[in-house]
């Protein structure tokens, strides 16, 4: 049996990697397992196909896994030959040779051959990032299990910033076991990181106040050596919740029910209500297009980027 694992939830893809590993080599696989990385230079289908044709030197099984399958995506690509070995390979596997075929953080394109192949051949697996709902009662969940002793207000901090993603989520809470003691405010603010996006929701609330010094504080936080176009693209993310969040506020909806229809957490909703409380549709609508511009702008080389996006802030206020 061969396997393809694959979605956005790393964290689950390795922990049902190891699961199969340990499944099929016990608890300590030695030196039974090949890597091969599709992102290497060097990297040949053939070779590894010509490994999976060979006896295992150590035990009676080996397996080999492929990872960053990128030729399973729309952008990616693989050669007519490497997909007939492979076809030919995966119809008449060798007994004593396990595949996995990994793709973590990309959208597989179902209507490739090589795509259909490893999902009608291979035992496929699909991890799907966990919705914020399931996030929170994971992050509970942990925190119950590492016997966490947190003040009231330090237990709030620390669901505000738990991160969005289970690998992050479980080092962080990882990090706190080591902590001796009960964890006051103070200890979790220094310990656990603002998420990005409390402080591009700070930029969001002061652009829509036009509160010139607390964008340009909020703007030099999150600035940090990104480049200005990723901002572009995570201020605008935040604009769209919040114009939502305020479309289906005026509708009646409450700030839970928000959540669930835009597939949002719940602290991220908050956050867009309190910058909507500081401005309206129109304005959101207005900074989105001015985004949308400088945008353009900046991608055709009209102006420079960190300069044009400063100058749309300042703009922005007025």
Request: with cysteine.
């Amino acid at each position: 049996m061969n396997y393809f694992l694959y979605g956005e939830e790393t964290y689950l893809l390795v922990q049902r990697q190891q699961e199969i590993i340990r499944g099929i080599l016990g608890e300590d696989p030695d030196f039974s397992v090949l890597l091969y990385d599709c992102n290497q230079a060097d990297f040949s289908l053939r070779n590894l196909l010509d490994d999976a044709n060979t006896l295992p030197l150590f035990g009676e099984q080996k397996v080999i896994v492929l990872s960053n399958c990128s030729f399973v995506t729309a952008k990616g690509s693989i050669s007519d030959a490497d997909v007939a070995l492979l076809t030919q390979y995966l119809k008449q596997p060798y007994d004593q040779t396990v595949l996995i075929f990994t793709l973590e953080n990309g959208d597989i394109d179902r209507r490739k051959k090589v795509t259909k192949l490893l999902l009608d051949q291979c035992q496929s697996h699909s991890f799907e990032r966990l919705k914020p709902w399931q996030l929170q009662n994971t992050a509970a969940q942990l925190i119950k299990a590492a016997k966490l002793k947190l003040t009231p207000q330090a237990l709030q901090i620390l669901n505000e910033r738990l991160p969005g993603d289970l690998t992050t989520l479980h080092n962080e809470i990882e990090k706190l076991k080591n902590y001796p003691g009960e964890l006051d405010a103070n200890t979790i603010e220094v310990l656990i990181r603002k998420p990005l996006e409390e402080n591009a929701f700070a930029l969001v609330n002061a652009l829509s106040a036009k509160d010139l010094k607390a964008v340009l504080n909020s703007y030099n936080s999150l600035l940090n050596n990104r480049d200005p176009s990723q901002l572009i693209a995570l201020i605008a993310s935040q604009f769209r919740v919040v114009f939502e969040s305020l479309v289906l506020f005026e509708r009646g909806y409450h700030p839970e029910q928000i959540a669930s229809e835009l597939n949002q957490n719940s602290y991220r909703i908050q956050k867009a209500l309190e910058a909507g409380r500081n401005s309206s549709k129109e304005r959101v609508l207005e900074l989105l297009a001015a985004l949308s511009r400088f945008d353009t702008q900046s991608k055709a080389g009209l102006m420079p980027k960190q300069l044009g996006f400063e100058l749309f802030l300042i703009q922005a206020t007025r």
